[in-house]
């Protein structure tokens, strides 16, 4: 009897997803966050159409709010495996000064992410997009299906998907109408980090456990990137050791402390954690029902 | 070989409120899979909105729409992701009310076992027999019936013992139906209280059976498909070349993986059943040619075979034209070709199946025009027996004859779910209408040959010195057709043109006269219009049309009748206030009072037609004009 393992499985699924999506795609593209998440995706694509490589470009929305380490392994991974990379930021935003720290994290998220992203796909005109995101992150994500259709202004209808029957999906559209395709849909954070482990994928280091400069602020711990964050009166700068689960924008992604320096480490601690992946993403308590409104306007 | 996995796959189902989110969020918990915050916002959101009167409301851990929380209820399938220290599971929670069955099916074809929930005080409901009956369609043979709020039911074994025999009875009626066999075991819970989820209840000492947890961990998710034929549909041809520099055209680096070859070929597919290795022969459908596998890439390694399930690219032996969409197989195990089978589906778009509408067919294999010939039976939902129908309606299960525009590669879904099912699509909306399973084909198709008649239609027509072709007026009641009509044919006529006229004097007397106003009928009705106007024009006729003909599926299926050209789609575009202000026949005025049912434009839609041939307004202009403007189309075109 051969025994299938589960993470082999979820690689040909996510391989095999991949593949659909860009044959039946005119102008691809793979949204690329530099997260641990992204990391995989963009592994499997360079498995799914090796010795050649993936036929689109990556892009990356950059509200110049990212941590100085993501942009650094941003740019050396493109140079290191010789990816195309889009980079788009909201010039309108970045003419207001919009920032997470003055305006909220509601609006901000609304006009650098959600409005940014719009642009960029309109102008490209790509209308199969791949995203990184997992079901076993939040409860709107968990009813989203793995070709989730957009109509021609980017918006989600929860109310109304398309049925997904089998493997064969219905990717038939209109003019201006898109797909996004999440060919992680079924991974859990657990099995992110064992496949990593398993394939020797180079991540951020802001997921390994070191001594790094944090305020407290409102029970989070928030890490002192730049100079853009102001200290509010009483707040003392210190060092902690900590990591981050999940990666964001600075000011929006809060650390948590933990002694777990190697991916071995964090699998061990994932095991016995009894907290959530998301916890320390403050967009995602905005508003209720916060993710599933920023889906129906075009978030990822 | 079977293939154990680590990993299960089900599908909670079941009848509205029967609490199966309840149970998968109570699972989830008492496996220790619930982290602590999460656990917290449930313990909040529980007293403020659940419905259990402050206990944990673990339905709230998966309805997770904003519609589904205000509503109470499960609108789409939520999936959620646990483990025990024997298995992952990936759990599919559908929701049980009828609107969403699209959702249900959507979960059950990914499972290879269920967990059909049935409330212990109101037994089986007809919306647990439809989905009982999807699971067994589907392939599903492991079913779980957990018996639910046996808390409501004062913990009673007999009432227990009747609902686990019909449980009995239904799931193998069902398998008849499938031709399977189902594994099944009802277990009776408390999904509220957690009763026989992970650990035998001491308030049912009179159950020793498995709990709900165990029989997910012991249950084999073997897959058929690692025993049947190698299968493998084309999904992506992997191509570039060597520019002889060491560089692909867009100055990229040639990729060393390519071992210096100056171009790379390669076919990337998952094995969707069956095994493959290096040197095996294998033929390619449907061209037929056959090759040998040179090489074969799992991911960026070399590999000498594949499993069922792994994302491979074949280099193969040779040049040939291999597309998206073609199959490969070993030559003496070859899936069957055929253009009409038998087929199951299960409808889902909002408007009724007839017989003779188009819609598109999509398989692994690729997209193609199909249309349901005729539509044989529905299987009722209280024994699953077979009753004669006309249509299918919305969440119907039925078998058909499904044709297909040429022949394609398949196997029956009993022996292959991957190579077996199919999707239908609405070729204007885009929506999936239904899902589908293959039977078997129909031989008829490949028996019956056209007659072959050694008078052409081109010699026909060639003497009548005139092309064939339907020139179709549709539009509202008084908006001019007829008289537009008989203006029209009087000219053609007059210029020496072999014409006939079709409307609704001389063929709802003769040749319809059988036919009523329901939807069905005036879809034959329309139907036998286009197959006589064909008969026609294969006889060198200009045929002009006179129906309101309101649908534009129907209007298309006309056109897809006729060979390309041949159907002139002529919209007279005069406005309903018109038509009514002329309201010739009164009809008008008697369907404003109620008189007449299903009138078009006042209780029944007109659909305009998208891009006609010529749109016509006559409320502005004289027949004779329009009639002219028909002409000059038909002498621009070459007809006359």
């Known amino acids: ?243 981050f689960r999940t990666l964001g924008c600075y000011p929006l992604t809060a650390g948590v402390e933990s002694a777990a320096s190697s991916v071995a480490e964090i699998i061990a601690e994932l095991e016995t954690v009894c907290t959530s992946e998301r916890c320390g993403r403050l967009i995602d308590f905005d508003q209720a029902g916060s993710m599933e409104k920023k889906k129906q306007e075009g978030y990822f | 070989m079977p293939v154990c996995s680590d990993m299960l796959r089900f599908l909670a189902c079941g009848s509205v409120d029967d609490g199966k989110s309840t149970l998968i969020g109570h699972l989830i918990h008492l496996t220790g899979n619930l982290p602590d915050d999460q656990l917290h916002v449930l313990e909040a959101e529980s007293s403020r909105i659940g419905t259990t009167g402050g206990a944990l409301d673990y339905s709230l851990l998966l309805d997770g729409l904003m519609a589904e929380r205000e509503q109470g209820i499960t609108i789409d399938v939520a999936y959620r992701y646990f483990e025990t220290p024997r298995r992952k599971f990936i759990v599919a929670d559908t929701p049980g009310h009828e609107s969403y069955t699209r959702n249900m099916a959507t979960g059950a074809s990914h499972c290879t076992a269920a967990l059909i929930l049935v409330d212990a005080c109101q037994g089986v409901l007809p919306q647990t027999r439809r989905h009982v009956l999807i699971c067994a369609l589907m392939g599903i043979r492991n079913l779980l019936f957990a018996v639910n709020k046996m808390d409501q039911a004062d913990w009673d074994e007999a009432r227990f013992r009747r609902i686990e025999q019909e449980c009995h009875r239904m799931a193998g009626a069902a398998g008849l139906l499938a031709n399977s066999r189902c594994d099944l075991l009802a277990v009776p819970v408390s999904a509220l209280q957690g009763d026989n989820l992970t650990a035998l209840s001491d308030r049912m000492p009179w159950y020793g059976g498995a709990t709900v947890l165990e029989w997910l961990e ?74 040998t596998v040179e090489r074969l890439l799992i991911g960026d390694r070399d590999a000498d075979s594949a499993e069922t399930g792994m994302a491979v690219s074949l280099v193969l032996g040779g040049e040939h034209d291999i597309v998206r969409g073609d199959c490969l197989a070993h030559p003496a195990d070859r899936p069957e070709q055929a253009g009409l089978f038998k087929v199951r589906l299960v409808w889902m778009d909002q408007q009724p199946l007839y017989a003779g509408r188009r819609y598109l067919f999509r398989s692994v294999f690729g997209t193609i025009e199909a249309r349901i010939s005729r539509i044989r039976d529905r299987v009722g939902l209280d024994a699953y027996q077979l009753l004669a129908a006309d249509r299918l309606a919305q969440n119907d299960i039925g078998e058909v004859e499904l044709s297909l525009a040429r022949l394609f590669p398949f196997d029956p879904y009993s022996e292959n779910r991957e190579t077996g099912a199919f999707i239908l699509l609405d070729r204007v909306s885009n929506a999936t209408v239904a899902c589908g399973m293959i039977q078997h084909p129909l031989r008829r198709g490949s028996n019956i040959h056209w007659q072959r008649e050694d008078l052409t239609r081109e010699l026909r027509a060639g003497l009548n010195g005139q092309k064939p072709c339907v020139i179709w007026l549709t539009g509202l009641s008084g908006s001019g057709k007829s008289t537009l009509a008989n203006c029209l044919e009087r000219m053609l006529h007059d210029m020496g043109h072999h014409t006939m006229l079709l409307d609704g004097d001389n063929v709802r007397h003769g040749l319809n006269r059988d036919l009523g106003f329901t939807e069905a009928d005036r879809i034959e009705n329309i139907r036998r219009i286009g197959e006589v106007a064909k008969l026609m024009t294969d006889a060198g006729l200009i045929v002009i049309t006179a129906f309101i003909s309101p649908f534009r599926a129907d209007r298309d299926m006309v056109r897809a009748l006729l060979t390309d050209g041949e159907f002139i789609e002529v919209h007279i575009a005069t406005s309903l206030e018109a038509c009514e202000a002329r309201d010739p026949k009164g009809l008008y005025r008697k369907a404003r009072k109620g008189e007449i049912p299903n009138f078009t434009g006042v209780n029944a839609p007109y ?15 004289s027949v004779r004009d329009c009639a002219e403007d028909i002409m000059s189309l038909l002498r621009q075109d070459g007809f006359v």
Not at chain 1, 202 to 225: C, K, N, T
Request: glycine share 6%; net charge neutral; charged share 30%.
């Open chain 1, 1 to 243: 009897m051969s025994r299938v393992t589960a993470l082999t499985q979820l690689e040909n699924e996510s391989i095999r997803i991949i593949r659909e999506a860009v044959a039946e795609a005119e102008r691809p593209v793979m949204l690329y966050s530099i997260g641990k998440d992204s990391s995989v995706m963009l592994h499997l694509a360079l498995k799914a159409f090796y010795p050649l490589k993936p036929p689109f470009p990556l892009l990356h929305v950059d509200t110049t709010w990212k941590f100085k380490e993501m942009i650094h392994f941003r740019n050396e991974t493109v140079r290191r495996l010789g990816l195309e990379l889009i980079t788009h930021t909201n010039p309108d935003g970045l003419r207001d000064g919009i920032s997470p720290l003055i305006h909220g994290s509601r609006l901000y998220t609304d006009i650098m992410k959600t409005d940014a992203l719009k642009q960029a796909l309109n102008e490209h005109r790509f209308d199969m997009v791949f995203g990184g995101a997992r079901r076993d992150e939040e409860k709107s994500r968990a009813k989203e299906r793995v070709f989730s259709f957009r109509d021609a202004g980017h918006r989600w209808e929860p109310r109304g998907q398309r049925p997904e029957l089998w493997d064969i999906p219905n990717l038939r559209r209109n003019r201006g109408e898109s797909f996004r395709v999440f060919p992680l849909s079924n991974w859990t954070e657990l099995d992110v980090w064992r496949y990593i482990d398993q394939e020797s994928i180079p991540v951020v280091p802001l997921y390994f456990s070191a001594e790094r400069p944090i305020v407290e602020r409102g029970g989070q711990l928030i890490m002192l990137d730049d100079e853009r964050l102001e200290l509010e009166p009483g707040e003392q700068p210190q060092l902690r050791r900590i990591r």
């Open chain 2, 607 to 621: 659909e305009e037609p998208l891009t006609p041939e010529l749109r016509l307004d006559t409320a502005s202009r």
């Open chain 2, 218 to 291: 012991s249950c084999t998710a073997e897959e058929a498909a690692a025993d049947a034929p190698f299968r493998l549909p084309v999904q992506y041809v992997l191509k570039g070349s060597n520019d002889g520099r060491g560089c692909q055209h867009d100055g990229e680096r040639w990729p060393a993986g390519c071992d210096g070859r100056a171009t790379w070929r390669s076919y990337a597919g998952s094995v969707v059943s069956g095994r493959v290795r290096v040197g095996d022969r294998i033929v390619i459908l449907p061209s037929g040619v056959e090759t």
